[in-house]
C-alpha cells in the first residue's frame, strides 16, 4: 500500500509554474510535520517547504517568495505551488511525512521525517 503518492510533476518552461499534490494515507499523514523535498543526481536531497506545529512554515532561501506550501487536513493532502520556475529548480520532489518524535523539531532537515514518496520529476527547461 502507497503511504504517500505525490503527482503534478512534469516538464515545464522557465517562468511557468506546476503545482505538486501528496495524497497520503490516514495512518501516514502529520498534520503537524509535512514537508517537500528535492533531489538531483549527484546531490544530497535538500527540503524545499515544510508545514510544522511549532516553526510555522519554511522554506528555503533558493524557493522562498517563489513556492507556496499548504494542506489539506480533511484530505490527508500536501501541495505545492510553484511559480516563476527556473532550470535550477529541476529535481525529483519527494513529500515525506514527520516521524514520531517529530512535533518539537520538524524543520527541513531528513532526520525528522520517517516515510517517503517516491518521488515526482520536475524539469524546467530554460
Known amino acids: 500500500q502507497v503511504q504517500l503518492r505525490e503527482s503534478g510533476g512534469g516538464s515545464v518552461q522557465a517562468g511557468g509554474s506546476l503545482r505538486l499534490s501528496c495524497a497520503a494515507s490516514a495512518n501516514t499523514y502529520n498534520p503537524y510535520c509535512m514537508a517537500w523535498f528535492r533531489q538531483t543526481p549527484g546531490k544530497e536531497r535538500e527540503g524545499v517547504a515544510a508545514?510544522?506545529?511549532?516553526?510555522?512554515?519554511l522554506y528555503a532561501d533558493s524557493v522562498k517568495d517563489r513556492f507556496t506550501v499548504s494542506k489539506d487536513d480533511a484530505k490527508n493532502t500536501l501541495y505545492l505551488q510553484m511559480n516563476s520556475l527556473k532550470p535550477g529548480d529541476t529535481a525529483m520532489y519527494y513529500c515525506?511525512?514527520?516521524?514520531?518524535?517529530?512535533?518539537?523539531?520538524?524543520?527541513?532537515?531528513?532526520?525528522?521525517?520517517?516515510?517517503w514518496g517516491q518521488g515526482t520529476q520536475v524539469t524546467v527547461s530554460s
Open positions: 508545514i510544522t506545529n511549532v516553526r510555522g512554515i
Open positions: 515525506a511525512a514527520g516521524g514520531a518524535n517529530s512535533y518539537f523539531r520538524c524543520g527541513l532537515e531528513e532526520v525528522e521525517f520517517g516515510t
